[in-house]
């Protein structure tokens, strides 16, 4: 599959723990998004890497949460002491530069804080 | 405050028909507008865009209807089929092109 791939799919965990999840771009894509879906809303822009580098982080809610993509590809984000208000659906996106129209999502990690 | 709004949750209508989704928009500063289509585990898939120096775009069945001055975008989906049902949202971008805001989305089913 060429599509942006999103691990793990699914992922409970409780209240205070830490959480990472996965994104693999499409190859070749520099540009990559972290999004995060809350029930009966849009998705909401968390952040924006050009490369290996954050270019706008502007949209992580607070310090709990961060993000990483160290070779370029592959992005971590990270949520340190979760809360039950970081339940949603986390998605990813990836272009192959800075491109509206272009982006193209991952099927999205549902997180369940418990 | 929502800088993007649907304010449909759902719609409902016969197959063969036409499908008229609304967005309303606050921001004046946005210039790119975009229709994503979400089926349910899917991320969202991108169906149609419109620059604001356009008032429509035609893509096959799907046309997108712009009006500045009232802030307020259209998807038309003409004729409706059943595999049309999902959730749809409005986004809009402006120097940020990069930044997409999103609506809350309408979910559109369409009747056999």
């Known amino acids: 599959g060429a599509g942006v791939s999103q691990t793990p799919s699914n992922k409970v965990t409780e209240k205070g723990k830490y959480v990472e999840l996965r994104c693999d771009p499409i190859s070749g894509h520099t540009a990559l998004y972290w999004y995060r879906q809350s029930l009966g809303q849009g998705p909401e822009f968390l952040i924006y890497f050009q490369g290996t580098g954050a270019a706008d982080d502007s949209g992580l809610p607070n310090d709990r949460f961060f993000a990483v993509r160290p070779e370029g590809s592959v992005s971590t984000l990270k949520i340190q002491r979760t809360e039950r208000g970081d339940s949603a659906v986390y998605l990813c996106?990836?272009?192959?530069?800075?491109?509206?129209?272009?982006?193209?999502f991952g099927p999205g990690t549902r997180l369940t804080v418990l | 405050d929502q800088q993007v709004k649907q304010n449909s949750p759902s719609l409902s209508v016969q197959e063969g028909r036409i499908s008229i989704l609304n967005c309303d928009y606050t921001?004046?500063?946005?210039?790119?507008f975009l229709w994503y289509k979400k089926y349910p585990a899917e991320g969202p898939t991108f169906l149609i865009s419109i620059s604001s120096i356009k008032d429509k775009n035609e893509d096959g069945r799907f046309t997108v209807f712009l009006n500045k001055s009232a802030k307020h975008l259209s998807l038309h989906i003409v004729p409706s089929q059943p595999g049309d049902s999902a959730v749809y949202f409005c986004a809009a971008t402006g120097d940020s092109s990069y930044k997409l805001i999103f609506g809350s989305g309408t979910r559109l089913l369409v009747r056999p």
């Open positions: 921001n004046s500063m946005f210039d790119y």
């Open positions: 996106a990836s272009s192959i530069g800075q491109g509206f129209g272009g982006q193209f």
